[in-house]
C-alpha cells in the first residue's frame, strides 16, 4: 500500500492514450483535485535535461553578490518580473516574511497579440545568461504541460475540452525560481514559506533540491509531500477554485524548516504558476452552483483578482 500524500498520474495517458486511458486520468486527476487539491504528475512531457539545466543556473545566480542581484529587482514590477529580496514576501495572514529570496520570469508574447502592451519585458541577468535562456525555453515547455492538465480538467467539469485555450493563450504565468537560503540564527517565527494558497489556475513544481513541502488535509493534518524522480507536483490555484465554486481544493500548502542539524542546507525550488489572460472572467461557473454548494463568490476578472491578492502578499502597494 503507497504512503503517499497526493495521487500520481501518467500525463501521456491523456495526451497519447486509448480513449480508456484518457477518461480514468480525467477521472483520476479530477477526483484528486476535488479531493486533495494536489496530484503527482509523470510522463508530463517536460525534459530533464531542461529542467536540471535550469536548476544549474539557477543556483549560478542565487550564489551572486547581494549588491549584484540587487541590480535585477525592479520596485515597480511588483517582483512580476526579475529578482525579489530576501524577506520581501509574506503569505496573506502572516505579518513575518518567509525566509526566501526569488526570480520571475514572465510571458513573452511572439504572435503580434495586443496583450503584449499590458506585459512588462523580462529582466535578463548578464552574469548568467543560461538562467535567462534556460528559464525562456522552461517557461514555454511548463506552459504546454499545463495546457494538457487544464484540457482534462475542462471534460471533468463537462465544458468543452479547449474551454481553457483563449483564456491561457499568452495568459500572465510566472516562471519562479526560488532559493531558501541556509538558516543561521534562530528564525522569528517564520519558515521557509508559511502556509498560504496559491493565487493562479494551477501550479507545476518540478522537484526542489531539498524537502520540506507539505499539505493539509481535510482533517487539518500536515502531509509531507515527496515526489519521485522527475515527478511534477501540481495543485489547484485558488482562481480555479473560485472558478468551479469551491468544488476543485485550493489547498493550504508550506514549506518547513529542516531539523536544526539540517540548517546549513539551502533550498532550490522551481514552480510555475499558470495564469490564464487578465480578461478571464472568474465568475463561478453554472453547474458548479447547486443546492448543496450556493453561490459562495462574487464575479471579478482574473486581472483585479491578481492585484488583490498581491497587495495582501505585500508585494504590490
Given at each position: 500500500m503507497s504512503n503517499r500524500a497526493i495521487p500520481l498520474v501518467d500525463l501521456s495517458k491523456f495526451v497519447n492514450g486509448t480513449e480508456e486511458e484518457r477518461t480514468d486520468f480525467i477521472n483520476t486527476l479530477g477526483n484528486a483535485f476535488h479531493d486533495v487539491g494536489f496530484v503527482g504528475v509523470i510522463n508530463h512531457g517536460v525534459p530533464k535535461e531542461l529542467v536540471d539545466g535550469f536548476y544549474g543556473s539557477a543556483k549560478d545566480f542565487f550564489k551572486l553578490p547581494v549588491s549584484t542581484k540587487k541590480r535585477y529587482e525592479i520596485e515597480a514590477l511588483a517582483g512580476q518580473r526579475?529578482?525579489?529580496?530576501?524577506?520581501?514576501?509574506?503569505?496573506?495572514?502572516?505579518?513575518?516574511?518567509?525566509?526566501?529570496?526569488?526570480?520571475?520570469?514572465?510571458?513573452?508574447?511572439?504572435?503580434?497579440?495586443?496583450?503584449?502592451?499590458?506585459?512588462?519585458?523580462?529582466?535578463?541577468?548578464?552574469?548568467?545568461?543560461?538562467?535567462?535562456?534556460?528559464?525562456r525555453d522552461l517557461y514555454k515547455s511548463f506552459e504546454v504541460a499545463g495546457g494538457h492538465l487544464l484540457r482534462a480538467i475542462a471534460i471533468h467539469l463537462d465544458l468543452p475540452e479547449d474551454y481553457f485555450g483563449s483564456r491561457i493563450h499568452n495568459g500572465n504565468s510566472i516562471l519562479r525560481a526560488i532559493h531558501y537560503p541556509p538558516i543561521t540564527k534562530e528564525p522569528d517565527s517564520a519558515i521557509r514559506a508559511e502556509e498560504h494558497e496559491d493565487i493562479n489556475l494551477i501550479t507545476l513544481l518540478v522537484g526542489a533540491s531539498a524537502g520540506g513541502l507539505q499539505l493539509m488535509n481535510k482533517e487539518g493534518q500536515w502531509l509531507d509531500i515527496v515526489p519521485e524522480e522527475d515527478e511534477i507536483v501540481v495543485n489547484v490555484g485558488d482562481m480555479l477554485q473560485r472558478l468551479t465554486n469551491d468544488y476543485l481544493r485550493s489547498t493550504t500548502h508550506r514549506v518547513v524548516n529542516p531539523p536544526r542539524e539540517l540548517w546549513h542546507t539551502p533550498r532550490l525550488s522551481i514552480p510555475f504558476f499558470l495564469h490564464p489572460r487578465a480578461e478571464m472572467d472568474l465568475t463561478c461557473l453554472d453547474n458548479c452552483v447547486t443546492e448543496e454548494r450556493p453561490l459562495k463568490y462574487d464575479p471579478i476578472t482574473a486581472g483585479d483578482y491578481l492585484d488583490e491578492r498581491l497587495r495582501q502578499i505585500g508585494l504590490k502597494k
Amino acid at each position: 500500500m503507497s504512503n503517499r500524500a497526493i495521487p500520481l498520474v501518467d500525463l501521456s495517458k491523456f495526451v497519447n492514450g486509448t480513449e480508456e486511458e484518457r477518461t480514468d486520468f480525467i477521472n483520476t486527476l479530477g477526483n484528486a483535485f476535488h479531493d486533495v487539491g494536489f496530484v503527482g504528475v509523470i510522463n508530463h512531457g517536460v525534459p530533464k535535461e531542461l529542467v536540471d539545466g535550469f536548476y544549474g543556473s539557477a543556483k549560478d545566480f542565487f550564489k551572486l553578490p547581494v549588491s549584484t542581484k540587487k541590480r535585477y529587482e525592479i520596485e515597480a514590477l511588483a517582483g512580476q518580473r526579475g529578482y525579489t529580496s530576501f524577506g520581501r514576501e509574506k503569505a496573506k495572514q502572516s505579518e513575518v516574511a518567509d525566509l526566501k529570496e526569488f526570480y520571475q520570469f514572465g510571458q513573452e508574447v511572439e504572435d503580434g497579440d495586443p496583450i503584449k502592451e499590458v506585459y512588462p519585458d523580462n529582466i535578463y541577468v548578464d552574469e548568467t545568461p543560461a538562467f535567462t535562456n534556460l528559464g525562456r525555453d522552461l517557461y514555454k515547455s511548463f506552459e504546454v504541460a499545463g495546457g494538457h492538465l487544464l484540457r482534462a480538467i475542462a471534460i471533468h467539469l463537462d465544458l468543452p475540452e479547449d474551454y481553457f485555450g483563449s483564456r491561457i493563450h499568452n495568459g500572465n504565468s510566472i516562471l519562479r525560481a526560488i532559493h531558501y537560503p541556509p538558516i543561521t540564527k534562530e528564525p522569528d517565527s517564520a519558515i521557509r514559506a508559511e502556509e498560504h494558497e496559491d493565487i493562479n489556475l494551477i501550479t507545476l513544481l518540478v522537484g526542489a533540491s531539498a524537502g520540506g513541502l507539505q499539505l493539509m488535509n481535510k482533517e487539518g493534518q500536515w502531509l509531507d509531500i515527496v515526489p519521485e524522480e522527475d515527478e511534477i507536483v501540481v495543485n489547484v490555484g485558488d482562481m480555479l477554485q473560485r472558478l468551479t465554486n469551491d468544488y476543485l481544493r485550493s489547498t493550504t500548502h508550506r514549506v518547513v524548516n529542516p531539523p536544526r542539524e539540517l540548517w546549513h542546507t539551502p533550498r532550490l525550488s522551481i514552480p510555475f504558476f499558470l495564469h490564464p489572460r487578465a480578461e478571464m472572467d472568474l465568475t463561478c461557473l453554472d453547474n458548479c452552483v447547486t443546492e448543496e454548494r450556493p453561490l459562495k463568490y462574487d464575479p471579478i476578472t482574473a486581472g483585479d483578482y491578481l492585484d488583490e491578492r498581491l497587495r495582501q502578499i505585500g508585494l504590490k502597494k
